[in-house]
């Protein structure tokens, strides 16, 4: 087996997974994983706007092993209706991210990892890090390091008291952090519906 593909393997979650793929401009792309075989991995992707040779990155966060991000190029497109295709995807790179490391204040935050698809003064496809600072289902405030401005969209990788987070939000606020760096309030605009529901259990329960 290819060691990159074999890497790939062991940092992805098992299949079935969700997850946002970002594409060479930057854009998010819903996918999920199913499977792998034959050193590919076989996936549904929900846009039509895929051709072969396509590079695509899945951003992965293991709590215990850090952010991975997994390059891949589409080789294989299968339409299955108006807006899904099931693609082979072979992976040509894994690479580490810096792992997060909290100060002892910070133990019970979660770190986040952030890509800019609208920004004011970053570009599309910029990655960013952050801390989760609160959550509800229907929305999100980190403290960043760098200066976000109200409207600003990204797509959001954490978790929170063991449930994942995947999905894109809106800036609505942002307020300079006692301890420096800026606390920025975000919308979801986009988040799973199972995600949602647990989110509202979590909301209940802490009321």
């Not at 004011?120 to 390091?145: A, K, Y």
């Not at 995947?166 to 920025?184: F, K």
């Not at 519906?193 to 259990?201: H, K, P």
Request: aromatic share 4%; with cysteine.
């Amino acid at each position: 087996m290819d060691a990159t593909f074999a890497m790939a393997l062991d940092v992805l979650p098992p299949a079935p997974w969700d997850a946002r793929a970002i594409r060479e401009d930057g854009g998010p792309v819903g996918l999920r994983l199913l499977g792998a075989k034959d050193g590919r991995l076989h996936c549904t992707l929900d846009s039509v706007d895929i051709e072969s040779g396509l590079a695509l990155t899945i951003p992965v966060e293991l709590p215990e092993r850090g952010g991975f991000s997994v390059a891949c190029v589409v080789e294989q497109v299968v339409p299955l209706g108006a807006s899904r295709l099931a693609v082979d995807l072979r992976v040509t790179e894994v690479t580490r991210r810096k792992p997060f490391r909290a100060a002892p204040r910070d133990e019970a935050r979660s770190p986040a990892v952030l890509w800019v698809v609208e920004a004011v003064n970053h570009g599309v496809g910029t990655e960013l890090t952050g801390w989760v600072v609160d959550v509800s289902p229907g929305g999100i405030g980190f403290m960043v390091t760098v200066l976000l401005q109200p409207g600003d969209r990204l797509l959001v990788q954490t978790h929170y008291d063991a449930i994942g987070i995947q999905g894109e939000v809106m800036v609505t606020a942002i307020d300079r952090g006692a301890e420096g760096g800026w606390r920025a309030a975000c919308q979801f605009t986009e988040l799973p519906d199972e995600t949602r529901a647990e989110l509202e259990i979590l909301s209940r329960n802490a009321a």
